[in-house]
């Protein structure tokens, strides 16, 4: 089934692909590349509004080019999101302990947030809640030293599943949650999300490598 797919898949797209002008070629492949190395197309950041709708434009096409290469094009309208997931449990990103915990006490802040607004949309919290938060769980026994909670929060904004605007470690610096990290994190009820952090106090240590939430 999945060799007549891509079989399928691969008839559609070169039919497609090659009645575009060389410009959308050009668009196609750019796109393409991004989604690669980005993950996700959020529609609410500048920097990605206009590629969000080029997406829209030659979906299918970018749908059955990714599909050759067992990946699946998911469509979030209600946020407008873009992003690909492997279909063949590859080339998945491994976090650290410390970022995956971060993750996973963004995505209880983002839970929180909605909650306070009855709505899902970019939520923001504070770098002073985020590591409260954290220290709550205790699961990291030495203090988390402020270059690593940086650094960490960098590799979530590369993602864009964060978006902040510091380089300094004021309580009160504002962190922007995306709803991208609904599809990162699904875990929707909050004693389950409680229930994840509390697994990770039995795991010793703190550099240990995990995978990225499905």
Do not use: W
Not at 152 to 179: E, G, H, S
């Amino acid at each position: 089934m999945a060799k007549l797919q891509r079989n399928l898949a691969c008839e559609e797209y070169a039919k497609a692909y090659c009645e575009l002008t060389d410009t959308r070629k050009n668009t196609f492949s750019r796109l393409c590349n991004k989604l690669l190395r980005d993950n996700f197309i959020y529609a609410a950041k500048q920097d990605d509004k206009n590629d969000y709708y080029e997406i829209l434009s030659m979906k299918t096409t970018i749908e059955n080019y990714f599909s050759m290469i067992d990946y699946d094009l998911v469509h979030v309208d209600t946020y407008k999101i873009f992003y690909i997931q492997t279909s063949a449990d590859r080339n998945r990103i491994n976090l650290k302990k410390l970022e995956t915990i971060i993750v996973l006490v963004l995505r209880l802040l983002y839970h929180k947030g909605c909650s306070d607004i009855n709505s899902s949309i970019d939520i923001s919290t504070t770098l002073g809640k985020m590591i409260t938060e954290i220290n709550q769980t205790g699961i990291f026994k030495a203090q988390v030293s402020m270059t690593d909670y940086m650094n960490a929060l960098k590799l979530l904004k590369r993602y864009k599943l964060v978006d902040f605007n510091f380089n300094d470690f004021k309580d009160d610096n504002v962190i922007v949650i995306y709803p991208t990290i609904l599809y990162v994190v699904k875990i929707d009820n909050i004693d389950m999300l409680n229930e994840k952090l509390k697994s990770y106090n039995a795991i010793k240590g703190d550099d240990e490598d995990e995978a990225q939430e499905d």
